[in-house]
């Protein structure tokens, strides 16, 4: 099997993700779209920072659960490991994931603050940029070079032009507060991934037993990490609160509607037991 058939395995697993997110995301924009037609830019900034926290975690999540299990997926699937690439390979195709992934918050604002022309020729330098080092780097590394190529191109022009015009043109915020959060999120996703991978570092590879233990471990240990790591943050204090007004909300539906269901019940009782009684004096005085 050719290297870019190899490949597409892997990118079937990172575009099912994407997708996955691009869905999430797009639930989300009628809501923002909302909070943002209200015009308070404060309250507008403190929910970015909280959703983006949580996108981070999503996909730092995913990140390490790739890294960690894609390599022995694959051999489930191809039926050996003749059909994995090289790890240096994962690696640059994670990476390319996480990086791309991790603008989604700052984009989905942009759009839905309608800032469209700010930053209108971004797709221009992109795709040069990425043409010219692919065409470079494709001739000394193979697809290891046009993966890198990706990342640099989005490194080097989304990944601080989309959240610079966010910041300049709609919180008024200047953009190292943003980068502070950025670099905060990928040493979190690295203390993460260190303490998942040394985990999982003793595991066989092969055989499906072996892949589910390793699933089970990535879906617990990342989370356990990250939550030690965010719970003291104020973006996360501010969705523990807002999570916790909803379920109080939900309890007081339910504590309001129940003396309501008491209470009908209650009047069908009593009308029943009204017509038994006539019905009892109608008997005896036939």
Known sequence: ???????????????????????????????????????DNEKSYKIFKALNLLMMWFIGFLFIGIMVCVQDFISILGG???????????????????????RTMANNFKECAGLFWNDRFKPLFEAGINLGLDLLLVYFMGINGVILATIISTVTVPLWVEPYVLYKNYFKQHLYKYFLQYIFYILSTAASFGVTFFACYF?????????ILRVVICLILPNLVYLLIYFKTPEFTYLFSAV????????????????SIDSDTANENNLKAEEQQNYESDTQSD
């Open 80 to 102: 050996d490991s003749s059909k994995q690439l090289p790890y240096l390979t994962v690696v640059l195709i994670c990476l390319n994931f996480y990086v791309t992934q991790s």
């Open 1 to 39: 099997m050719t290297v870019l058939g190899l490949y597409s395995n892997y990118t079937l697993v990172t575009n099912a993700l994407a997708s996955a997110i691009t869905l999430l995301v797009a639930a989300m924009k009628g809501s923002i779209g909302n909070l943002i037609a209200t015009g």
């Open 203 to 211: 595991i066989p590879h092969g055989g499906i037993g072996w892949f």
């Open 244 to 259: 916790k007004a909803l379920f109080d909300r939900f309890g007081n539906k339910r504590a309001t509607a129940q003396p």
